[in-house]
Structures are given as structure tokens and as C-alpha cells.
């Protein structure tokens, strides 16, 4: 087979970069209970007629970032095997298919950061709308 060697060094920058990513995704878990939780304390206020359809949007949103999630850490777990699973002292035979599953993973977790910002962003903001609204009330 004429497989694209990879050299140790860029084996380990991957493997360096996968477990980055598992880091970020490990983040993302627990700001993710975070991001419910502050959906769950606002809720009520949210609920009302001038927020509601920014609910249900900021809801949808963060129903699809925790399957994007999901399928990354899936993705990432296998991706992170299949690194595990070279040693430095083996000729990297499969380098292309090394080098293409990584590209990958890289696109889904570029999707996947860029989604959480969007969507964490949206939801501060209106949480931040409803404390200006009842700060005026008061």
C-alpha cells in the first residue's frame, strides 16, 4: 500500500490537539448544565409573549448544540483510540486516512465551538434583556 507516512512528531501534535479537544468538550458538558440551568431560573419571565419566540429559538439551538456535542465526543473518543493506538516505533502506514480523520475532527470542532459561542451569546443577552425589563419594574 502507498500510504502517506507520519512522522512521530506529527503524531504527536495530533494527539496533543485530540486531547485539547476533549478538553473543550469536557467544557462544554458542564457550561452546558450551566446554560440550562440558567434557562430554568429565567424561565417564567421568558415565557412571556415578548421573549417566547427568543425562547423557543435559544431552546432549539441549545437542543442541537448538545447533539452536535454528543456526536463530537463520539467522534473525538474514536479519533482519540485510533491515536492511542500508534506507537512512535510504527511506521504510520495509514497516514492519510490519519491525516483525514483529523481534518475532520477539526471541522466538527470549529462547528462545535462557534455554535456554543453563538448560541451562550444569544442566551446571555436575553437573560440580560429580562433582568433590564424587571430592573425597571422595581
Known sequence: MNGKNITPAAYRQYHA??????????????ETVFLHHLLDDYFIRLSSPEYLEALKSVGAKLLQLEKDKYSADILLCKHLKNLE???EELLFNHGELLEDKHEQMEHVMTHL?????????ELFFLV????KAQQKIS
Do not use: E, M, N, P
Open 17 to 30: 490537539l485530540a486531547k485539547h479537544w476533549a478538553s473543550d468538550v469536557d467544557f462544554f458538558k458542564v
Open 85 to 87: 493506538g500508534q506507537t
Open 113 to 121: 465551538t462557534s455554535t456554543y459561542r453563538t448560541v451562550k451569546k
Open 128 to 131: 440580560q434583556q429580562v433582568i
